[in-house]
């Protein structure tokens, strides 16, 4: 069940347009995938994944698992209209890259800048990030760092 603060599935934009989930997935062990990203993962409309072959296997407990389609840095721009297309017909999409967070060090940018730039609604599901996760177990002072890219 989402939560009061989540936008529903399903027209979940009041004026019935559909919104663009932004997914993080487990870096490396796919039980660390969130009970609220898998529920996501298995209920929109389409996944737009970076590989849909690392993709699939998260979606091993859905019924009827969504169809996903590839959005990586070779296709993304070409991808851009189509899916804009389908957000503002209603459809809810979730974008996933391999591990972690889209958009950072991964494909995404261009979606969720031209979702923002349409008025679409863009929700964050919050979930792994490498660069957190290696600071956390390095010992290093966590107080304050500097993420510049991978």
């Excluded at 737009?48 to 859905?62: G, P, Q, S, V």
């Excluded at 698992?65 to 070409?78: D, T, Y």
Aim: aromatic share 4%; proline share 7%.
């Amino acid at each position: 069940m989402p939560s009061m603060n989540e936008p529903s599935l399903k027209a979940s934009a009041a004026n019935g347009r559909g919104t663009l989930f932004v997914v993080a997935t487990p870096i490396g062990n796919r039980s660390d995938l969130s009970v609220r990203a898998r529920d996501l993962l298995c209920r929109v409309d389409l996944i737009a994944a970076e590989d849909t072959r690392m993709t699939r296997r998260l979606l091993d407990d859905c019924a009827a698992p969504p169809p996903l389609i590839s959005v990586n840095e070779h296709n993304e721009r070409e991808a851009v209209d189509g899916l804009l297309k389908r957000l503002s017909e209603g459809a809810d999409v979730a974008l996933v890259s391999d591990a972690g967070t889209p958009l950072i060090s991964d494909p995404g940018f261009r979606l969720v800048a031209a979702a923002h730039d349409n008025g679409l609604t863009v929700s964050p599901v919050p979930g792994p990030c490498a660069a957190v996760a290696a600071l956390s177990a390095s010992g290093l002072a966590s107080d304050h760092f500097f993420f510049e890219g991978f």
